[in-house]
């Protein structure tokens, strides 16, 4: 969101143009669209033909490794009896489930959609 959707719906038409992508873009999001090659997205109610370069860096990402995140999940004092992961790609969560699983001990769980939870 923001002014990138303006400057999207300028440039992504023109075939002398070039989009960066840096980094992840999530499933379904508009990023994730032009990164996996759609001719013509939809910004604003309106359908933009994509025609420039799209080209992606992987190297960089705003969140931590999985190895950091795990430090991050044993606390100093007493355990911590249950870890939900809601954030991330069903394949991610899943290898990052068996990794936790492996590193701490906690009940690592995935919740599905609407499921409920009682403490």
Request: no cysteine; hydrophobic share 40%; net charge positive.
């Amino acid at each position: 969101g923001g002014r990138v959707m303006h400057h999207l719906m300028r440039y992504l038409p023109d075939e002398k143009s070039g989009l960066l992508i840096i980094g992840y873009q999530a499933f379904g999001t508009l990023g994730s669209k032009i990164q996996k090659g759609a001719k013509e997205v939809r910004i604003f109610g309106e359908d933009i033909a994509v025609r420039a370069s799209v080209e992606t860096i992987h190297e960089f990402s705003a969140h931590g490794d999985r190895k950091k995140m795990a430090g991050w999940l044993v606390p100093q004092e007493g355990t911590i009896k249950k870890v939900f992961l809601v954030h991330g790609d069903p394949p991610v969560k899943e290898a990052f489930k068996v990794y936790l699983e492996e590193k701490i001990k906690s009940e690592i769980i995935i919740p599905r959609l609407f499921q409920v939870f009682e403490f």
